[in-house]
């Protein structure tokens, strides 16, 4: 979720598309995140213009903020499933969660990483620093990240023998899932 995110999305998205792709995973395992704005414009793609993707709540549950989809929604029909980990976090269970709550997108894998505050740098008399939380990030639906993270639909873990060996059960319940919503489209 960096500056170079929505230009490679879309190159890739062209691609996928006059290829024929009928549908999605994105895989956002191990995702930190980046930039909130980021997650708010590749939201775009799949939700319709003017959806909230996410709020900014402050003490006592002020909405300081909605950030919403300002995107064409072109992907708004085309099937998707989302694969993510506990290093899902921040930017990336943003996108999850917006997907999750407006077009009811499959969660598959196991649970986010739980990165849902805003934080502030405040400098300090003797030139340290300290990051205070002045806000929360709030999905659609209300949920709050920070507590316990993003539950995934279906839940998948890895195996250290999977992992050693290479295979990914995720990736493959992934794909049986975004096919059975192909086939049912």
Do not use: C, H
Not at 18 to 38: F, H, I, Q, T
Request: charged fraction near 25%; charge should be neutral; aromatic fraction near 6%.
């Amino acid at each position: 979720f960096n500056a170079n995110s929505n230009a490679l999305f879309y190159q890739e998205m062209a691609k996928a598309l006059s290829g024929g792709a009928k549908g999605m995973v994105l895989d956002l395992r191990n995702n930190p995140g980046g930039y909130l704005e980021v997650a708010v414009d590749l939201a775009g793609w799949f939700v319709p213009k003017g959806s909230v993707v996410v709020s900014e709540k402050g003490r006592g549950d002020t909405v300081v903020q909605e950030f919403k989809a300002n995107g064409n929604g072109a992907l708004a029909d085309f099937p998707v499933v989302v694969l993510m980990n506990g290093g899902s976090a921040s930017a990336s269970e943003i996108l999850a969660g917006a997907l999750r709550d407006i077009r009811k997108t499959k969660l598959i894998g196991e649970t986010s990483f739980g990165k849902g505050t805003v934080q502030q740098l405040e400098s300090l008399r003797d030139g340290s620093s300290v990051k205070i939380t002045v806000a929360r990030w709030v999905l659609p639906d209300g949920g709050i990240l920070e507590k316990g993270g993003l539950k995934p639909d279906v839940e998948v873990k890895l195996s250290d023998d999977e992992i050693k060996n290479k295979k990914d059960s995720q990736l493959d319940e992934a794909v049986k899932v975004l096919r059975s919503e192909i086939t049912n489209k």
